[in-house]
């Protein structure tokens, strides 16, 4: 019977051996079909079970924020920068599985369904490989590409990626849910912010920066080349270059990075731990990200962000009042300020020929409205549905007035009822400290006593602290607990009951 136990542990033991074997050695370049891995079976390796031929990049299991949930990534190795991700809103448990099947399917296990698929049945895949250059691809049998990362971008680009007309960018999602896009529009490059009504607000056809090779023409494909983002017509004729940086280290890897503040940043993933993003962005001024003080505040300069006055009893977050479900149809207009500007409205037609009532007449009876700019020099009107950062105008150009729709009856007192309670906590905890001082000094002063053995009993709270203080007549105190107490008796003094 012990004997039998014994051999029982060695076989565990044996098997745990083999396993770890098998774990130890990750797989380099490629995997063939019928391999299963879950993040479990690849603790040791950081749940990165593929590596690509010279080691650059690795796949395999990434944790996110929760450490027992997992998402399947490209990963530049030096620079642990993440640079593809499958299951970007469906992240996984340690125990399930990556699985390329036999019938030529990739996918990722998520409870009975699946997390991630590559759509890839019956198509003949004899395996998956990934590249030095980050490229993930499944490989039909006569060697085509029959599915590639490269082609399903997520936020990032890297050198050589084709990004063409049909594909987009998706930032992660910021502090309030809300992601940014890139996308090729008719033509033209543009950076939009994801709301019900999407908004851009950047364009390449309306950034200076970018150099002309005199070929007019339509976007159609972009690619990172050297230190330039290159864009080409239909036929491949180069139509613009966007110089990121100076720096043209051939060894350099170019990534280009849509970050969840809206901005897409260049960085060198060469650099390993220590890479920067260039000083180079899109947009440039930071003020044009369209959340990047929070809603309905106000940016300015490069980065200052500010509440307008009006809003400012509101703490920001007015009671937008935009619904169409005709349940609240009492709504008011609140004048937030003028000289301001708005990251969309370069890219909206307004209605024109307006003056400013009619722009207000044309907010308050449209239930989607929850915004409005307005110019008085253009007679300009703009409706918006929902409305990120507030921009102030540049020097010299005139500015827009804006407004924004609110639930009737509540633009005056519900912020300084907040206010006042907010007073009163306050005061109620000084209160308490106060209380709390006195009690302390009085027991350190009755320890005190006793331990000098001083026969002075009865001493009343009052005359101890007029013995141990000298109260000066501008309400300070000087005494023997030195200058930094004195801070805290001047504020017994000026709460307590003398
Ligand atoms: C992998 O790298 C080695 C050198 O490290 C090279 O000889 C080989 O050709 C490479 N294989 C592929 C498929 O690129
Ligand atoms: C696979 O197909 C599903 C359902 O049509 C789709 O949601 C998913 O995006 C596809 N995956 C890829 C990688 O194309
Ligand atoms: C965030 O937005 C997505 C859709 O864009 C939605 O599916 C998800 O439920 C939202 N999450 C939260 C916490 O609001
Ligand atoms: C680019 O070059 C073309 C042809 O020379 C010219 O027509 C066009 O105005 C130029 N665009 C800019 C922005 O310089
Ligand atoms: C590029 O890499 C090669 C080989 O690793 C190295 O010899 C060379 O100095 C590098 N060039 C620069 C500009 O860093
Ligand atoms: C409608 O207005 C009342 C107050 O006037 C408010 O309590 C309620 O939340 C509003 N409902 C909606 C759907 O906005
Ligand atoms: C973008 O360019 C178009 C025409 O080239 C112009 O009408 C528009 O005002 C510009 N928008 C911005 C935000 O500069
Ligand atoms: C708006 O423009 C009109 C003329 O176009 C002018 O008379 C009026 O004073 C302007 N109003 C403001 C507030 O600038
Ligand atoms: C109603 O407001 C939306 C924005 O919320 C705007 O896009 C639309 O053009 C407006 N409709 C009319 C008829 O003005």
């Given amino acids: 019977m012990g004997l039998f136990q014994y051999s029982g542990v060695l076989c565990f033991c044996l098997l745990l051996v083999f396993k770890t074997c098998i774990a130890d050695s990750q797989h380099i370049g490629k995997i063939y079909p019928g391999f299963e891995a879950s993040h479990s079976d690849w603790v040791d390796k950081n749940g990165l079970f593929l590596r690509s031929n010279s080691s650059v990049f690795a796949c395999g299991f990434y944790t996110g924020l929760d450490a027992q949930l997992f998402l399947l990534v490209v990963i530049h190795i030096s620079s ?41 049945t019956g198509q003949k895949v004899s395996s998956m490989e990934l590249q030095d250059s980050g490229n993930l691809v499944l490989l039909g049998e006569d060697g085509t590409v029959v599915w590639q990362s490269y082609s399903h971008p997520t936020d990032t680009l890297l050198p050589g990626q084709e990004f063409s007309e049909g594909m987009r960018l998706k930032s992660f999602p910021n502090s309030n849910n809300m992601s940014v896009f890139l996308e090729i529009k008719s033509g033209d490059l543009v950076l939009y912010a994801g709301y019900q009504t999407p908004q851009t607000y950047w364009s390449l056809a309306n950034d200076s920066r970018k150099t002309n090779s005199s070929v007019g023409g339509k976007v159609h494909s972009a690619y990172l080349e050297s230190n ?98 005709g349940s609240n149809d009492s709504a ?61 105008s540049q020097q010299g150009s005139a500015g827009y007035i804006s407004y924004v729709k609110i639930v009737s009856g509540t633009s005056d007192g519900s912020g ?83």
């Avoid at 340690?94 to 990739?106: A, D, H, M, P």
């Avoid at 990251?343 to 989607?368: I, M, Q, R, T």
């Avoid at 009822?417 to 009755?446: D, E, N």
Wanted: with cysteine; glycine share 8%.
């Fill in 416 to 498: 300084n009822k907040g206010k006042k309670t907010l007073l009163i906590v306050f005061m109620v905890i000084a209160s308490i400290i106060v209380i709390a001082v006195l009690l302390y000094l009085g027991l350190w002063y009755r320890r005190k006593k006793n331990s000098m053995n001083f026969s002075q009993e009865n001493l009343e709270e009052d005359t101890f602290l007029d013995s141990c203080f000298k109260w000066n007549d501008d309400g300070s105190s000087s005494g023997i607990l030195g200058d930094s107490s004195g801070i805290l008796m001047s504020a017994v003094r000026l709460s307590g009951p003398r």
């Fill in 332 to 392: 008011e207009l609140l004048f937030v300020g003028e000289n301001l500007y708005y990251f969309a409205l370069g890219f909206v037609k307004p209605l024109s020929k307006f003056n400013v009532e009619d722009c207000k007449e044309a907010c308050l009876h449209n239930c989607s409205c929850s915004a409005l700019f307005f110019q008085n020099s253009t007679q300009n009107c703009y409706l918006f549905d929902q409305i990120g950062t507030f921009q102030r």
């Fill in 80 to 120: 642990a920068k993440v640079v593809w991700t499958a299951n970007r809103a469906k992240l996984v448990k340690g125990s399930e599985k990556f699985v390329f099947g036999k019938n030529g399917n990739v996918y990722l296990q998520l409870g009975d369904g699946v997390a991630w698929s590559s759509n890839t």
């Fill in 228 to 325: 330039a983002w290159n864009f080409y017509d239909q036929n491949k004729k180069l139509l613009w270059q966007f110089v990121f940086t100076e720096n043209n280290n051939p060894n350099a890897t170019w990534a280009a990075i849509l970050g969840s503040d809206g901005a897409i940043t260049f960085s060198d993933l060469h650099k390993g731990n220590q890479v920067v993003s260039e000083a180079i962005k899109i947009p440039q001024n930071s003020c044009g990200n369209p959340e990047h003080c929070g809603l309905y505040y106000v940016c300015y300069f490069e980065n200052w962000c500010q509440c307008p006055s009006s809003l400012q009893s509101f703490n920001c977050k007015p009671p937008i009042s935009s619904t169409c479900d």
